[in-house]
């Protein structure tokens, strides 16, 4: 199982960034994603997460409408479509998969036993 992701970069503060998380070595679309950062000083925390086919999604409540979860299974791709970024959004961003996420565990992060490397996420004041 590996897992790619990327976007990360600077933007100011009210700037947008998409991030793409690209998967392979096993079946996609069998598999929920899930997006998680983590800032300096803090513990890791859920982000967004999509089940396998894209019709369960799950936002963390700092999301507040901001971001946008979706996936391409044609694609093995993942994406965190951000706007509206705050500077409190600065984080290293992970994506992670597992074969026992279903609905009722889709937001545990003890649920995702792969992840990927992270791309950071700097926003600016």
């Known amino acids: 199982v590996q897992l790619q992701a990327s976007g990360g970069g600077l933007v100011k503060a009210g700037g947008s960034l998409r991030l793409s998380c690209v998967a392979s070595g096993f079946a996609f679309a069998d598999y929920a994603i899930g997006w998680f950062r983590q800032a300096p000083g803090k513990e890791r925390e859920v982000v967004s997460c999509?089940?396998?086919?894209?019709?369960?999604?799950f936002h963390e409540a700092f999301v507040e409408g901001r971001f946008i979860i979706s996936r391409d299974n044609a694609e093995n791709t993942v994406y965190l479509q951000m706007h509206s970024l705050k500077p409190e959004d600065t984080a290293v961003y992970y994506c992670a998969t597992g074969p026992s996420v279903i609905r009722s565990n889709l937001a545990s992060q003890t649920a995702y036993p792969y992840w990927g490397q992270g791309t950071l996420v700097t926003v600016s004041s």
């Open positions: 999509i089940s396998n086919r894209g019709d369960n999604t």
